[in-house]
């Protein structure tokens, strides 16, 4: 029989209780995570430096480098502390934030995914009004509406989750406080907010993908067009690297939370993928497959060269 006393901690059990391995995961972890920090944090001081990157297309993609490492920030330091700790405990109220802030970045990044999707599809499809079409009010009301439909869908189900009653077991198989491991510690029926989760998800979906798979089809639509194949391998060259990580962030993340909780390495595998080795790939896809990016990163060492060897000579 279950203890009826509420609890106010759980234990996030983690990916191993081995300490060899768990020394071997935090040093992993670690430098991912720097390499995250670095990389994303080069990306926006790059877009913020090069006059030749303001435009929409780099707009978006340093309010997605700040949101990557926000992202990673949720789960991996306390998944570093636990890595360390014999004490593998957060607080009840810790874990709902912890949850709620995952969910705010998973949301705000699906917006911002189908919104980068449609700045590609403009600009290839509709170049001559681009610069009208994704002028730059645009572009900031685009931006706050996928920060404001992330924080609603967080906020929403992170309300109902104090409907929830954890008076059992408070051990999470998991490393961090994601929503779905959560539902079977309750001790009343958490249907509601599985259905509510869902629904969530569904809407997410809804909002987002058809727009996604409308731009590239009208995307993939116009480079079969275009008569040579220098011409073709350049406009595919702008939205590949988009492509590439709209994949692996849905891909993975539509298998998380359309598959029923089990408690398996699996799940834990595939939540690292999307929340965290995402985050690390972003800007290691846009800097290496962007000729644009990599000329203005080369700009920035040269300037801070010459600044430099000003310096020296004075």
């Not at 995914?113 to 079409?133: E, F, G, K, N, Q």
């Not at 809407?203 to 798979?213: Q, R, S, V």
């Not at 939370?257 to 790939?281: H, R």
Request: proline share 4%.
């Amino acid at each position: 029989m279950k203890n009826d006393s509420a609890i106010i901690e759980f234990v996030l059990l983690g990916m191993s209780s081995d300490p060899q391995i768990q020394v071997v995961l935090f040093i992993l972890f670690l430098v991912i995570y720097l390499l995250t920090l670095i990389g994303n944090l080069v990306m926006i001081l790059v877009i913020k430096a090069d006059s030749h990157l303001h435009t929409p297309m780099y707009f978006f993609l340093g309010h997605l480098s700040f949101l990557d490492m926000c992202f990673s920030s949720v789960t991996v330091p306390k998944m570093l502390q636990n890595f360390l700790s014999q004490k593998k405990n957060i607080s009840v109220w810790g874990c709902i934030t912890q949850s709620f802030f995952f969910t705010l970045s998973g949301g705000t990044e699906a917006c911002l995914l189908s919104a980068m999707a449609y700045d590609r599809y403009a600009a290839i499809c509709h170049p001559l009004v681009y610069t009208v079409v994704m002028n730059r009010p645009i572009c900031i009301l685009i931006v706050s509406i996928a920060w404001a439909v992330g924080c609603l869908i967080s906020l929403i189900n992170s309300l109902f989750i104090h409907n929830l009653h954890f008076c059992g077991s408070n051990i999470i198989p998991h490393f961090s406080c994601e929503l779905p491991p959560l539902f079977p510690l309750s001790c009343n029926d958490p249907t509601a907010n599985e259905i509510l989760l869902a629904v969530s998800c569904a809407f997410m979906g809804l909002l987002t993908l058809p727009l996604i798979l409308f731009s590239y089809s009208r995307i993939i639509s116009a480079i079969l067009r275009i008569g040579s194949s220098k011409g073709q391998g350049k406009a595919f060259s702008t939205c590949s690297s988009h492509l590439t990580v709209v994949l692996l962030f849905y891909g993975t993340t539509f298998f998380r939370y359309l598959s029923p909780t089990s408690g398996s390495i699996l799940e834990q595998v595939v939540s690292i993928q999307y929340s965290v080795i995402t985050s690390l790939l972003n800007p290691v896809i846009y800097s290496l497959k962007n000729q644009e990016v990599k000329a203005a990163l080369q700009r920035m060492i040269r300037q801070q060269k010459c600044t430099c060897g000003l310096e020296k000579a004075v």
